[in-house]
Structures are given as structure tokens and as C-alpha cells.
């Protein structure tokens, strides 16, 4: 019997393994996160129906390949590859992978800070099944609000491809880039705080357009960005948008005004993006999770290409947690962030749910092993109600170690689960590797996994969405 492979495109953002110590001297401190070194660890999900052999190529920029040993794993089982251990890639590397499988599965980015830097989160991000001719970056930042964007883009197919990056304010495209002759698996990268077109301050979206080298025949790409403060520890991670993903309808697991939580209040924002060709009217209904009447954001108009950001607060009471859907009356996508309480979070957007969810990246882990806790969110986007979801957690090598069943959530509710909630309890799951699969029959459910960190006397955290499958 023969399975047809599956290609998860996996991005290394800002990929720079650790700086040793030179002479005797120590490792310099990395006082911001834009300053910050990351090394990428790709974790995986085996969400097929049997054992996976495994199979991961890293490329350069330029297209050199460096393949990992081979592997298997088990069904329901879950992996992971530390780019940081190929010695061969040297102290400074930007690039890109394919993972290849006889069997589906789930793939997400954690960028792990240098052990000198100020940032203590781990960005977390998503691999692709497959590329698209126009990939959107919602939100990209140069020396705004103390905030600089760094960002990737894969070129997805089969030959080389040549790229238009474009950098959109309200007014119109800033600075266009074109790199050509981008080699099949390999990658551009771009920091906006090096681009002097871009002026002293940006704050826009990048539009990306493929083309196959030398024609204007439809390429294939990705992307991935990574959002870093340039005065503090505040580091996001979120995957570019296919165009084709936009809707005039998105949902927002996770909508929070100054929620008080052990570690301080939290708020989120969403960085909403026109993707269509014409003026786009937004608004946003927040859905309280204690219950009571949705309550509706001003109407806002986003130009073509452009964005727009949207904060709870000032709409909702203060102590606020439910969840959100944005309305437009024309194709958009949305990326969510949430800030304070030492969170530094991102998660996008969904335009429909499922009935089944993958989540590659669950830890509950004691102090002693790092601290590291999954915190799962599971919004009911359907017309009904979603009955008997079910969240059933398993260790590295599939072995099914708990179950959470959820008996009801409302339509546009939202409910919560983490390892401790199932039957019996997967508290102690990750170490190793651990993930967890969302299941509701007939249901449509989104999903965002918020992964928090013990630091000092707080925490830190980020979150990553979780991945649709059959």
C-alpha cells in the first residue's frame, strides 16, 4: 500500500545559532529582542494513520541542501529537529526546510532565544502543506512603537521563481523589492530596520507576488514574519496568509481587555489587512465567554492592501474575556496579539472551522523541568451547538495519556482546556515531546494553544493556532 507524501514547508525565521564565547569572554547580552539571536526548533505531529517515516531538508538562501537523518514515528506520535545542532551551518544562518512524509503531519516553528537575551518567550509559528502565488503579511513594522519586523519568504515550487515584495501604508505601495532567480526550497529574508526606503518609521503590510523566473506565468510561495521590540523583551511570531485565505468573515479565539491574571492584565489587538482590491468596511463583535449581549466596534475603513488595528478596550468593560468576529465587506485577514502580563502572543485569524484540530507543540511541565504550560482555547464558529469535543493528549511516541471531553459549547462560545483537565490527568506530559488532538463530530471549531513559561516571579507565553485535518 502507498501513501501520497505530504510536504510541510517549515520557515526558519531569523535563524542564528548561539554565539559561543571567544578568548574567555562571554557571550555579549542581547539587551532587546530585535537585537536577539534565535534558533530554530521544528516540532511535528504525526496526524496520519499509521507510522511516518520522516524525512527533513534543510536549504540556504541559496539553495544548498542539508538533509537530517531519517526517522520514524509512531502514530499520534511527536517529534522534533534542533536546527541548532547542524555545526556545519556555522554562527549565522537565515533559511527554510521541507519535511516529507508517507503519512500526514503537523508541523510548528519555536524560535528559541540566545541564553543572553532579555526575551524569554518562545515565537511560535506554523509550517505550510503548500505555497500560493500572493501571500499577505498583515502587520510589518519598522521602529514603530518601538516595534521592527524581520520576515522570510520560501519559494514553494518546482522552479526558480522571481519575487515581488511590496510595503503597503494607507496611501499606497512605499517600497517594492524583487529578488529573482529564487531556487526551488530556498528563501529571502528581510529586516525593515535595515531598509532605508522605508524612512525613519513604517507601519504597513508586505504583499508578496511569485512568478516563475523570467515570466509572468504563477509561482509558489510562504512566508513567515517575526515582530521584535527594539527597547524591550516583546518578540511575536506569525505565518504569512495565501492570498485565497481571505474572507469577509474571521474569528478570533481569544479576545481579552486588561484581564487580570496572576502575572498582570492582558489586552489583545488584532492587525486587520485588506487583502481585495477595493476599500474595505471593518468591524469587530466581541462575545463575552460569562455570557450576555455581543458588543460591536466602530466601523473602520481599510484601504486595498493596507491594515488597520483594533483594541478591545474602550469597546469593552475592562476585565474582559470572550472572543471576537471580525466583519468586512470585502476579503481580509487578521492576526491577533495579546500584550501585558508578560505575554508576548501571536495567533491568526480563522475563516472557518473544523472538525478536527492538530496542536504538534503541548507541554505541562513541572518548574524543575522549565515550567512549560499548554493553555488551549476552542471557539465554536458553527450554527449549533458543539457536543462531546473531545481533546485527547498524547506523549512523544502516541501513547494516549489523557482525554478531555467537553460536553457543550454554544455557537460563537468559546471553551478552555490544558494536560490537568483531562481523565486521567497529562499533567507531566512534553517531556520528550507531547501534543494533543481537538475532535468534535460535525462541529466547526478554531482553535489557539497559548504555551506560558514561569520567569522570575511571572510568567511569559505565546501562542500558535492549531492545524485543521481530516
Not at 529537529?81 to 533559511?95: A, D, P, Q, Y
Not at 537575551?117 to 505555497?131: Q, T
Not at 465587506?329 to 502572543?345: C, D, H, S
Amino acid at each position: 500500500m502507498t501513501f501520497a507524501k505530504l510536504r510541510v514547508r517549515a520557515m526558519m525565521v531569523a535563524l542564528l545559532l548561539s554565539i559561543f564565547a571567544v578568548g574567555g569572554r562571554g557571550v555579549s547580552a542581547q539587551t532587546n529582542a530585535y537585537a536577539t539571536a534565535f534558533t530554530t526548533s521544528i516540532t511535528y505531529q504525526n496526524i496520519g494513520a499509521g507510522a511516518a517515516n520522516i524525512n527533513l531538508v534543510v536549504y540556504s538562501s541559496t539553495g544548498v541542501a542539508s538533509p537530517a537523518p531519517s526517522s520514524t514515528l509512531a502514530q499520534n506520535g511527536a517529534g522534533s529537529f534542533f536546527v541548532g545542532s547542524v555545526s556545519s551551518f556555522g554562527t549565522s544562518f537565515n533559511g527554510s526546510a521541507v519535511i516529507s512524509a508517507d503519512q500526514p503531519i503537523a508541523a510548528t516553528l519555536v524560535q528559541i532565544p540566545a541564553a543572553a537575551s532579555v526575551v524569554k518567550n518562545r515565537p511560535l509559528s506554523n509550517g505550510f502543506s503548500s505555497g500560493s502565488p500572493t501571500v499577505l503579511i498583515p502587520t510589518v513594522l519598522k521602529s514603530f512603537a518601538n516595534y521592527t519586523s524581520k520576515f522570510v519568504v520560501q519559494n514553494t515550487d518546482s522552479v526558480a521563481n522571481d519575487f515581488k515584495i511590496e510595503f503597503v501604508t494607507p496611501t499606497g505601495v512605499t517600497y517594492t523589492a524583487n529578488p529573482t532567480n529564487v531556487l526551488p526550497n530556498a528563501s529571502v529574508y528581510y529586516d525593515a530596520g535595515t531598509i532605508a526606503e522605508l524612512g525613519a518609521s513604517f507601519n504597513g503590510s508586505v504583499r508578496v507576488t511569485a512568478t516563475k523566473n523570467g515570466t509572468s506565468n504563477a509561482g509558489s510561495a510562504v512566508g513567515t514574519a517575526l515582530e521584535l521590540q527594539t527597547n524591550g523583551a516583546g518578540a511575536y511570531a506569525s505565518q504569512a496568509f495565501p492570498s485565497t485565505a481571505a474572507a469577509t468573515k474571521v474569528y478570533m479565539a481569544s479576545a481579552l481587555c486588561d484581564l487580570v491574571i496572576p502575572s498582570g492584565k492582558a489586552t489583545t489587538f488584532y492587525a486587520v489587512q485588506n487583502a481585495s482590491t477595493s476599500p474595505a468596511t471593518v468591524s469587530v463583535t466581541y462575545v463575552s465567554s460569562a455570557g450576555g449581549a455581543p458588543i460591536m466596534s466602530p466601523q473602520v475603513t481599510i484601504a486595498p492592501g493596507a491594515k488597520a488595528s483594533f483594541n478591545p478596550c474602550g469597546v469593552t468593560p475592562v476585565n474582559f474575556n470572550g472572543s471576537a468576529t471580525i466583519n468586512s465587506n470585502q476579503p481580509i485577514l487578521a492576526i491577533g496579539k495579546v500584550n501585558g502580563a508578560g505575554l508576548y502572543t501571536a495567533f491568526e485569524g480563522a475563516t472557518a472551522g473544523s472538525a478536527k484540530t492538530a496542536l504538534p507543540y503541548v507541554r505541562w511541565l513541572t518548574p524543575a523541568q522549565g515550567g512549560q504550560q499548554t493553555f488551549i482555547a476552542i471557539q465554536n464558529v458553527g450554527t449549533t451547538a458543539a457536543t462531546n469535543v473531545t481533546v485527547k493528549y498524547y506523549n512523544a511516541t502516541g501513547g494516549l495519556i489523557g482525554t478531555h471531553t467537553i460536553a457543550n459549547i454554544a455557537p460563537g462560545a468559546k471553551a478552555s482546556s490544558n494536560p490537568t483537565s483531562a481523565t486521567p490527568s497529562a499533567a507531566g506530559m512534553g517531556v520528550g515531546g507531547g501534543s494533543a488532538v481537538v475532535e468534535g463530530a460535525g462541529a466547526s471549531l478554531i482553535v489557539v494553544a497559548r504555551v506560558q513559561t514561569p520567569v522570575g516571579t511571572g510568567t511569559t507565553g505565546e501562542d500558535y493556532n492549531g492545524i485543521p485535518f481530516n
